[in-house]
């Protein structure tokens, strides 16, 4: 069983910076794709980045060039460092892990909040 605990959220003022973190437990890090994805009210989940097992990353357009994934294998957590936060950055950040190679994310945390004024 894989469990996900994501910490960090907060607000803060547009321009300013905030760092999540997502606890693993239940697997082997190293063997899995791990992804941070955010819902604003009243909008679809969108996917905002994503590490792979070798540790590529790739991020929506929307957040790339100011915020930054990074995964400890050691420790077992994901991070999501976010920089130059606007107010459309406004969401519930969730933290997802996946097999590498497998469809849909099938791993999820409950969600932080993050609140940008």
């Known amino acids: 069983h894989v469990q996900l605990v994501e910490s960090g959220g907060g607000s803060v003022q547009a321009g300013g910076s905030l760092s999540l973190s997502c606890a693993a437990s239940?697997?082997?890090?190293?063997?899995?794709?791990m992804g941070w994805f955010r819902q604003a009210p009243g909008k679809d989940r969108e996917w905002v980045a994503q590490i792979d097992s070798v540790g590529r990353t790739d991020y929506a357009r929307s957040v790339k060039g100011r915020f930054t994934i990074s995964k400890d294998n050691a420790e077992n957590t994901l991070w999501l460092q976010m920089n130059s936060l606007k107010v459309e950055d406004t969401a519930v950040y969730y933290c997802?892990?996946?097999?590498?190679?497998?469809?849909?994310?099938?791993?999820w945390g409950q969600g932080t909040q993050v609140t940008v004024s």
């Open positions: 997802a892990a996946t097999p590498c190679g497998a469809a849909d994310y099938k791993y």
């Open positions: 239940g697997y082997t890090s190293n063997i899995y794709c």
